[in-house]
């Protein structure tokens, strides 16, 4: 009532009856019921508005979740390439939005282009470094690092087998059937290898130079079954003519167990290499255990330097010089 005063005005009559007044009649209008329709009024007009901000504002909330949604998408877009996952959004009906998810689309996709080309690129340098790039096998740097692992990391095996395959005439190969007849060979032998290591797990096979293979077998104690599987594929080798019957090439295994030196195993095979060597032209030779294999004859000796310098397991070490001491040298 303070906040909408109302005035009302005075209702006046005159009473008469032809030319003769009678008197004057008042009307004074109480001002309760005016207030009171105008409260009720009030009311109704607030719960109307209450209604209809209801309604406005779930119809508001309703168009704001549909605007904010490509802004949504878009801040998961970008949320999603700091983890170098690349995910395209669809672009909205809106004109301005629409731009920026097309811009964004078009930065994950030549982002997308750069990581693939910089990943093969990685993959590339990587299995140049690690494998050989004619039989798919481990090179002789990387199957050094698997061999130095399986002798002394905790977590391996600890014992196992270690193969060592030599082709006798490689060079021959070449020379009388051509460079694809000797890549042919060298592709049977590491094709035989993969197929070694399918069913022997854990089992690492390499080349670790021209005619020089290996096969590390964690846990093995026996290498019987895969130095057949590679004696079958040298003699297949030799039925299909790619290698002659009197130089075919020959196997050494050995036994290894956690701790023992790669340079004294690989020593140890050499060694054994010689020994089949001298059993034919096709042969497998198994190292002595836990002893080293003697050198019979000048003979061996030879074969056993030859095969250090093939396989490049040569070291030249220096010791300073002293002054040799004979019988009848004065002190």
Avoid: C
Wanted: charged content about 25%; glycine content about 8%; proline content about 4%.
């Amino acid at each position: 009532m303070r906040v909408f005063p109302i005035e009302s005005h005075l209702g006046q009559a005159q009473v008469s009856t032809g030319w003769t007044q009678f008197g004057t009649v008042q009307l004074i209008s109480h001002k309760q019921f005016a207030y009171q329709e105008l409260w009720n009024g009030g009311i109704k007009l607030i719960l109307w508005f209450l209604v209809g901000g209801g309604i406005m504002g779930l119809l508001g909330m309703r168009l704001l979740r549909r605007i904010k949604r490509p802004l949504d998408a878009v801040v998961n877009q970008a949320q999603a390439i700091s983890e170098r996952r690349f995910i395209t959004i669809k672009e909205p009906r809106t004109l301005e939005l629409k731009s920026v998810a097309r811009a964004m689309n078009a930065m994950v996709e030549r982002l997308k282009a750069i990581f693939a080309e910089e990943a093969a690129r990685l993959e590339q340098v990587r299995r140049e470094a690690t494998q050989d790039n004619l039989t798919g096998l481990a090179n002789r740097a990387y199957f050094m690092n698997q061999l130095d692992a399986a002798l002394k990391d905790d977590d391996a095996a600890p014992s196992g087998s270690l193969l060592i395959l030599r082709l006798s005439d490689l060079a021959g190969i070449n020379k009388r059937a051509g460079r694809e007849a000797a890549d042919e060979v060298l592709r049977r032998i590491g094709k035989a290898m993969s197929e070694i290591v399918s069913k022997t797990p854990g089992a690492a096979p390499a080349r670790l130079n021209g005619a020089d293979f290996a096969l590390l077998l964690p846990g093995l104690d026996d290498p019987t079954a895969p130095a057949e599987k590679l004696l079958d594929t040298l003699r297949d080798l030799v039925a299909a003519d790619l290698i002659e019957p009197g130089k075919v090439g020959h196997i050494s295994s050995g036994h290894y167990r956690h701790g023992e030196s790669a340079g004294h195993l690989l020593a140890h095979l050499d060694a054994t290499l010689a020994t089949a060597e001298g059993q034919g032209s096709l042969a497998w030779a198994r190292a002595e255990s836990n002893q080293e294999k003697g050198v019979a004859s000048n003979a061996d000796w030879k074969k056993l330097l030859e095969g250090a310098i093939s396989s490049q397991r040569l070291r030249l070490i220096e010791f300073p010089g002293g002054r040799q001491w004979r019988p009848d040298a004065p002190p």
